[in-house]
């Protein structure tokens, strides 16, 4: 029986595991408490995918594939997703230093109620987090936070440090932007009047060119202030 024209055989294994080949590697699939799975065995050796599917075959029956063996703490399931982040997704520093912040607020979060192991996560942590973030921060990055949170406990489930994600229950409905401030042509010219240089040729540049910069710290033009903004032109 063929799975598609470019994999190999499919080859039942025991009651409940197929293998099947993706490339060089072995991979199996089964289903077990009405779900479906499918994993890498890691391996391209035939005999070695047989044994590790026997096993799998095995903790279906016994019902021990959902249990972890370990009570995986959530501080380093954060530190081994963080890693993860950066040598398997390759995200940017940016990026990193945005996760981890969040991460470790979480973490903190859940702590302080009690809560530092994967198994006790309940979806109304997240509840809980959302209401104590609510006033302090913009609803697009709350929804990102939240979000970030779930990723966390994705990989905790793909890495069979948990049996499931308690907050794929909350469905979380993304806000609509904020329209953002803008300089107008008239504000330009006013930051271009007091501007020296070499700030005038940047602002220039990026006023007439539709590039971005961001900037760190607070900048004075003469009577122009720049707090952070993007600096755009509206006609």
Known sequence: MRSNPNNTDRIKVGDHTILFKRGKKWHTEYYDGGQQYRKSLKTTSLKQAKT?????????????????????????????????????????????????????????FARQKGVTKLRQIRVSLLREYRAWRESSVAPLTLHQE???????????????????????????TKPKPRPQ?????????????????????IFTVLAYTGLRIAFEGVYFCGNAELRGHWLHVRA
């Open 181 to 201: 401030p803008v300089f107008t042509a008239v504000d330009v010219e006013a930051i271009l009047a007091e501007a020296r240089e070499p700030w005038r040729s």
């Open 52 to 108: 590790l599917a026997i096993r799998i075959d095995a903790d279906i029956t016994s019902g021990d594939l959902r249990r972890p063996r370990k009570a995986w703490r959530i501080d380093e399931t954060m530190q081994d997703y963080m890693q993860h982040l950066r040598v398997d997704r390759r995200r940017r520093p940016s990026t990193l230093k945005r996760y981890a912040a969040i991460l470790e607020r979480f973490e903190g």
């Open 146 to 172: 939240s979000t970030i949170a779930k990723q966390l406990l994705n990989f905790a489930v793909d890495d069979e440090r948990t049996e499931r994600n308690p907050f794929k229950r909350l469905k979380l």
